[in-house]
């Protein structure tokens, strides 16, 4: 049964960077989408970005775009989350997941999503 694990998460200061990765344990991977949803404490799990399985879309949130990158190694059945000029509102457990239907949309709808992972921690500290 396919698995993602994320890593790389951490405690970082305002203005660091974070690589986020989502490490999937079976080949499907490289042929569905991929997205990275992030749930703050006492909040719903929010998008955060997406991408398709050829890498030719890509779709962000309002609040990370142009700080945030998301990007894929089918080769390694691997995602990345590159996380730049991070705020202290960034601070969250990051989740990634896999939409195992439509490999041409990058989707935010979370119930689009089949296979998620255990999440990381990421905070952003003074």
């Known amino acids: 049964q396919q698995q993602l694990v994320e890593s790389g998460g951490g405690l970082v200061q305002v203005g660091g960077s974070l690589r986020l990765s989502c490490a999937a344990s079976a080949p499907p991977f490289i042929r569905h989408t991929i997205g990275w949803f992030r749930q703050r404490p006492g909040q719903e799990r929010a998008f955060v970005a997406a991408?398709?399985?050829?890498?030719?879309?890509?779709n962000y949130a309002d609040a990370v775009k142009g700080r945030f990158t998301i990007s894929r190694d089918n080769a390694k059945k691997t995602a990345y989350l590159q996380m730049n000029d991070l705020k202290h509102e960034d601070t969250a457990v990051y989740y990634c997941a896999e939409d195992l239907d439509d490999p041409g949309l990058a989707t935010r709808a979370s119930i689009s999503y089949d296979i998620w992972g255990q999440g990381t921690q990421v905070t952003v500290s003074s």
């Open positions: 991408i398709t399985w050829t890498s030719v879309a890509k």
